[in-house]
């Protein structure tokens, strides 16, 4: 594992709420939060991958069962986690879902699905939350994508969705400090994660990824949870409204394009 820069106790007597916290980059949140000392609440649609997460990160975590697209039974959800653990120091929204499909080969149930996932639950989550917040000095943070700023082909509806997020973040931002910071975070290819299964589910799609990241190499979720950590840390406490890049420079441009070998023509 990469070394730390944190304390172990930075998160003591802290409590953080994860929705879509059962598995890859939000799972290594909540675990990263609850090595340095928080209290835990894991939320998913499924009651049994929910109960795996929170075992699998100990006695701090508890799980919690709801659908991000429902905001009545979010809203329940978390007055249960408050109820249990305390008021919320950090909330993260990181529910997401994807495909990928041609614009006319996805039907609109299909576009709006993602849609109300990604975004409307990124909201349902946030509005949620705002009263059960520790104030001031909470910290919000939503789990974008680099689709929000660069097109792609195949994908019309996390395009438009993590756009969306994007935007909410820095409204959220505007609207809600000095009491709540808000912001978002961006990975780019984590490799071994579900997402980047479906966007790359060959190895030909897998290499044009590989090949585009400046830093020539995967990124790790450890290091996706090390973002979350800096971004709801006093280390972060001037940053709100922020997208933070985490992508080994894969938004940057395309370095697939550069012939090391040759130096310059």
Known sequence: ???????????????????????????????????????VAVLGRNPEKAQAAAESIGDAAIALTADVRD??????????????????????????????????GMSANAFKAVVDIDLLGTFNVFR????????????????????????????????????????????LALEWGPDVRVNG????PIGDTEGMARLAPDPKTRDAHYARIAMKRWGTVFEIAEA??????????????????????????DASRLDTGKGLA
């Open 1 to 39: 594992m990469t070394q730390s820069p944190f304390r172990d106790d930075l998160f003591e007597g802290k409590t953080a709420f994860i929705a879509g916290g059962t598995s890859g980059i939000n799972l290594g949140i909540a675990r990263r939060y609850a090595e340095l000392g928080a209290k």
């Open 71 to 104: 905001y009545a039974a979010i809203r329940a959800a978390m007055e249960e986690a408050r109820d249990r653990l305390g008021g919320f120091d950090i909330v993260v929204s990181g529910a997401a879902g994807n495909f990928l499909a041609p614009v006319l």
């Open 128 to 171: 949620g939350c705002h009263d059960l917040l520790n104030l001031p000095g909470a910290s919000l943070i939503a789990i974008t994508a680099g689709q929000a700023e660069q097109a792609m082909a195949m994908q019309a509806h996390a395009c438009a969705a993590k756009a969306g997020i994007n935007q909410l973040v820095r409204t």
């Open 185 to 188: 975070i961006s990975p780019g």
């Open 228 to 253: 979350a950590v800096y971004l709801s840390s006093a280390a972060g406490n001037y940053v709100t409204g922020a997208i933070l890049d985490v992508d080994g420079g894969s938004s940057i441009g």
